[in-house]
């Protein structure tokens, strides 16, 4: 539509592929919405789309002024450019003409202290500021995202109906819900998407063994993960996964994933997930093992060489041999569990994140609700959210998801097959980084006594940085070569 005759409900400026959908769903949902872009084409191709999409409430307009004073007031000004500098500058070009009261709403991938900066920024105009993590890519943006807004609760209060109406929909509600004070939407997505990484290492690691120990076909593996899409592992990742494996190549014979060419790129979020991590001294070797493989990936020319080197040192790759006496059919079993007892692991990390992060800011967040905004939308959305989201219903102290009564039954009635995977891979040569890292971490959380005793008595050592003692009160210091010295005299002695 053209002119407005009456005021926008709400506003929305940065019109790339996102932002356009995300402007066309919350005017297929009946709220009118003016968009604006820097770049006036864009305005246009919104407003063209809008009409060919059902001739939408969608209008357009071209200066940051004429934008804003066409909403109506408090005014909602949704944001989505470029993480970084061009969110400052927007929010400069926006916020002149804005009112106390009146609210932006930051849509991109934020660092959570930029979100909380601006937060204290825009307040001393009298502004409300939302950092809102979504999910789903174009398609999400388009038919339903999952929504994750933090920040002001008033600034959430004044779009709440609008959200819940483009967010998607699941059994239980819209996947939205006021995530928290501060920068914790932003955080929360950060985390979304380091789990998200993890997910995917996972499930190329299950190609990786099913293709070359178990010999499958592409034919075979699109089969596999529909199938297994069919049951406990029912998500979007699997579902793209079949549909991957079924493409045939256009510009040449065979399979398209057969031609891609295997360094993984990345936006930052996953380092920026393993990075908190290890500022909250929380263990996440899942996610972190992710982006190992994506930083190894990159190494293309080196991996290759390394190859030739390797084999010229005399070097057998050993799937052949191993794939010859294979029993098909339980590998393809064992794999599903693996992937499935490695994905909870991987799940875990990031809810112990969260839960580290949620402590330190005072933010009280609510995991159970952030299982349940993961449910439909989101890249992450599975089946199996539904039953973390139960997990911490039960016990919101959940010290882990691998403890709780259901998941623990799941992890040790898999753990066989998870062994045999890993062991058969490691034989193999081929790496299972993100599997190994989730059974060790499994293995190491399970233990109730671990060789740390032994880390502590050498940093006694040499550093004299004192150990505690199982058997008594209070934090101890031994001269240790002093006293092995004494001890091989005496030895010395008695031969």
Known sequence: MEASPALSRIGLAGLAVMGQNLALNV?????????????????????LRSQDEGQLPLFGHYSPRDFVLSIQRPR???????????????????????????????GGNEWYENTERRIQEVSNKGLLYLGMGVSGGEEGARNGPSLMPGG????????????????????????????????????????????????????????????HVGGLSNDELAEIFAEWNRGELESFLIEITSDIFRVKDELGDG?????????????????????????????????????????LSGLKEERENAAGVLREAGLKEEFGSLAKGIDKKRLIDDVRQALYASKICSYAQGMN???????????????????????GGCIIRAVFLDRIK??????????????DPEFAKEMV???????????????????????????????TYRRARLPANLVQAQRDLFGAHTYER?????????EWTKLARKSNAGVGALN
Not at 33 to 44: A, F, L, P
Request: charged fraction near 20%; include cysteine.
């Open 27 to 47: 005017a297929e949902k009946g709220f009118p919405i003016s968009v604006y872009n820097r770049t006036t084409s864009k305005v246009d191709e919104t407003v």
């Open 255 to 295: 399979y398209l994933v057969d031609k891609i060419l295997d360094k993984t790129g990345m936006k930052g979020t996953g380092k920026w997930t393993v990075q908190q991590a290890a500022e909250l001294s929380v263990a996440a070797p899942t996610i972190a093992a992710s982006l190992d493989c994506r930083y």
């Open 152 to 211: 002001s609760h008033q600034a959430y209060s004044n779009i709440k109906d609008i959200l819940e109406n483009v967010a998607a929909q699941v059994e239980d509600g819209p996947c939205v819900t006021y995530i928290g004070e501060g920068g914790s939407g932003n955080f929360v997505k950060m985390v979304h998407n380091g789990i998200e990484y993890g997910d995917m290492q996972l499930i190329s690691e299950a190609y990786d063994v099913l293709k």
């Open 470 to 478: 199982i058997d008594r009160p209070g934090s101890f210091h031994t």
């Open 390 to 403: 139960k997990a911490y219903q039960r016990n919101p102290n959940l010290a882990s998801l691998v403890v």
């Open 353 to 375: 994140l969260l839960r580290a992060k949620s402590v330190e800011k005072g933010w009280n967040l609510n995991f159970g609700e952030l299982a349940r905004i993961w449910k």
């Open 413 to 443: 009635q898999r753990q066989a097959a998870w062994r045999r995977v890993v062991g058969l891979a490691i034989s193999a040569g081929i790496s299972t980084p993100g599997m190994c890292a989730s059974l060790a971490y499994f293995d």
């Open 76 to 106: 909602s000004v949704v944001i989505l450019v470029k993480a970084g500098s061009p969110v400052d500058q927007t929010i400069a070009a926006l916020s002149d003409h804005m009112e106390p009261g009146d609210c932006i709403i930051d």
